[in-house]
Nanobody, 124 residues
Framework: QVQLVESGGGSVQAGGSLRLSCTASGGTYTANCMAWFRQAPGKEREGVAT????????YYADSVRGRFNISRDNTQKTLYLQMNSLRPEDTGMYYC?????????????????WGKGTQVTIPS
C-alpha cells in the first residue's frame, strides 16, 4: 500500500515562505500525476498545483500562480511545494495526492493516493 506523508507546514507571517514536502513509501505507484490540494476550515477542498512528470506539464490554481512552485525529486520520490508571498487566505490543511488525473482548472480530479495533510497557518 502506497503511503504519502506531508511535512513542512507551520505558521508564518504574511509575506513569508514555506516549503512543503511529500514523500512516498511502500507499494508501487506510477506517479503519472502528482498534485497538491488544500482545505480551509468550512470550505471545500481545492486544487493548488499539479505536475505530470512524464510530460513535464504543470498547472497552478489562479490564486497561487506566480507565488507557488511545484516540483518533484524523482530519486527521492518526493514532491515539493515552495510557497512564497504567503497570505492569510492560504491558510489550510495541505494534502498531496498521486496517481490519476486532475483537470487543468482543478474542477475535476481522480487520484488514488492521498496523504493525511500538513497544516499551514498564516495569521491575519
Amino acid at each position: 500500500q502506497v503511503q504519502l506523508v506531508e511535512s513542512g507546514g507551520g505558521s508564518v507571517q504574511a509575506g513569508g515562505s514555506l516549503r512543503l514536502s511529500c514523500t512516498a513509501s511502500g507499494g508501487t505507484y506510477t506517479a503519472n500525476c502528482m498534485a497538491w490540494f488544500r482545505q480551509a476550515p468550512g470550505k471545500e477542498r481545492e486544487g493548488v498545483a499539479t505536475i505530470y512528470p512524464g510530460s513535464g506539464a504543470i498547472y497552478y490554481a489562479d490564486s497561487v500562480r506566480g507565488r507557488f512552485n511545484i516540483s518533484r525529486d524523482n530519486t527521492q520520490k518526493t514532491l515539493y511545494l515552495q510557497m512564497n508571498s504567503l497570505r492569510p487566505e492560504d491558510t489550510g490543511m495541505y494534502y498531496c495526492a498521486s496517481d490519476g488525473w486532475v483537470a487543468e482548472d482543478f474542477q475535476q480530479y481522480l487520484l488514488r493516493y492521498w496523504g493525511k495533510g500538513t497544516q499551514v497557518t498564516i495569521p491575519s
